[in-house]
């Protein structure tokens, strides 16, 4: 069964840190562009970070530069999310995605051919 899963999801103070984890079963994410994307309440989900397939390029939402940083490591079949100075707004169910080929993107969901369940990050005091 292919299956992309999320974890790392949590609640934490506004300032504090979290790290996601997107792990593949299933086949091996070599090939395939992940992105993360989020889903607040009310809200479209929107992309946050991508990484290509042999991770030279990275792109980021404005709204979370300087802030998250993305990494993978296909040893582990794995990406990372590192999510620091969070803030109430950063507040969502956040989902990984994989898209084969190299290049990634953060507005053309249909391009992904993967998605997880989601996790949920709550900042909160």
């Known amino acids: 069964q292919l299956q992309l899963v999320e974890s790392g999801g949590n609640l934490v103070q506004p300032g504090g840190s979290l790290r996601l984890s997107c792990t593949a079963s299933g086949f091996t994410l070599d090939y395939y562009a992940i992105g993360w994307f989020r889903q607040a309440p009310g809200k479209e989900r929107e992309g946050v970070s991508c990484?290509?397939?042999?991770?030279?390029?990275?792109n980021y939402a404005d709204s979370v530069k300087g802030r998250f940083t993305i990494s993978r490591d296909d040893a582990k079949n794995t990406v990372y999310l590192q999510m620091n100075s969070l803030k109430p707004e950063d507040t969502a169910v956040y989902y990984c995605?994989?898209?084969?080929?190299?290049?990634?993107?953060?507005?053309?969901?249909?391009?992904?051919?993967?998605w997880g369940q989601g996790t949920q990050v709550t900042v909160s005091s």
């Open positions: 995605a994989a898209d084969y080929g190299w290049q990634c993107t953060l507005v053309a969901e249909y391009e992904y051919d993967y």
């Open positions: 990484i290509s397939n042999r991770g030279d390029s990275t």
